[in-house]
T-cell receptor, first 112, second 114 residues
Framework: QQQVKQSPQSLIVQKGGISIINCAYE??????FPWYQQFPGKGPALLIAIRPDVSEKKEGRFTISFNKSAKQFSLHIMDSQPGDSATYFC???????????WGAGTKLIIKP | DAMVIQNPRYQVTQFGKPVTLSCSQT?????MYWYQQKSSQAPKLLFH???????NEADTPDNFQSRRPNTSFCFLDIRSPGLGDAAMYLCATSRDIGRNYEQYFGPGTRLTVT
């Protein structure tokens, strides 16, 4: 019940296309859903996060869509650029759990 | 500008030889975390300090210890590294504990065990 399932494991998108990464969770106590971006040889960095009181959050080219009833959330990267090539992790946490529960990660490659 | 600094960036140690990794922060955050990240996997929380209070995750091996002598510094000690301990070790900080507080990660130390 503590798991966050992330898919796909890897993704190749053409430059200018839309990259979509999906996550699903079971624990209804989760109420904070961040996405982290990690470049090779670097630590993860918070990209964007959402709480379940909204169904969508947009920051620049990055959008989180959240479906509370389905217990799913996804990251959409519009107009994907080669510089977006990185590993993306979704995560979740809740009021009673300080720990981030991480998805397995998606390696995204944007082809020029 | 560096906010969470880890040294060294690369560390090679021999099987069974103790090793210490260091982390420092300029953010004056209360909480410091140590994560282990193996290739193509998500970070795994080993332990965290809330100020001087140490909190060990239940499945963290006894081989891993930590020290936080002051607010700015935190150390990860691996008493007897095994081949399975080869990984990237990430330090992170947050202003306080819980989901309202973003975790800021350092660049990591890549540990190789020979």
């Amino acid at each position: 019940q503590q798991q966050v399932k992330q898919s796909p494991q890897s993704l190749i998108v053409q430059k200018g296309g839309i990259s979509i990464i999906n996550c699903a969770y079971e624990n209804t106590a989760f109420d904070y859903f961040p996405w982290y971006q990690q470049f090779p040889g670097k630590g993860p960095a918070l990209l964007i996060a959402i709480r379940p009181d909204v169904s969508e959050k947009k920051e620049g080219r990055f959008t989180i869509s959240f479906n509370k009833s389905a217990k799913q959330f996804s990251l959409h990267i519009m107009d994907s650029q080669p510089g977006d090539s990185a590993t993306y992790f979704c995560a979740a946490s809740g009021r009673s759990n300080y720990q981030l529960i991480w998805g397995a990660g998606t390696k995204l490659i944007i082809k020029p | 500008d560096a906010m969470v600094i880890q040294n060294p960036r690369y560390q090679v140690t021999q099987f069974g030889k103790p090793v210490t990794l260091s982390c420092s922060q300029t953010l004056n955050h209360n909480v410091m975390y140590w994560y282990q990240q193996k290739s193509s996997q998500a970070p795994k929380l080993l332990f965290h300090y809330y100020d001087k209070d140490f909190n060990n995750e239940a499945d963290t091996p006894d081989n891993f210890q930590s020290r936080r002598p002051n607010t700015s510094f935190c150390f990860l000690d691996i008493r007897s590294p095994g081949l399975g301990d080869a990984a990237m070790y990430l330090c992170a900080t947050s202003r306080d504990i819980g989901r309202n507080y973003e975790q800021y990660f350092g660049p990591g130390t890549r540990l190789t065990v020979t």
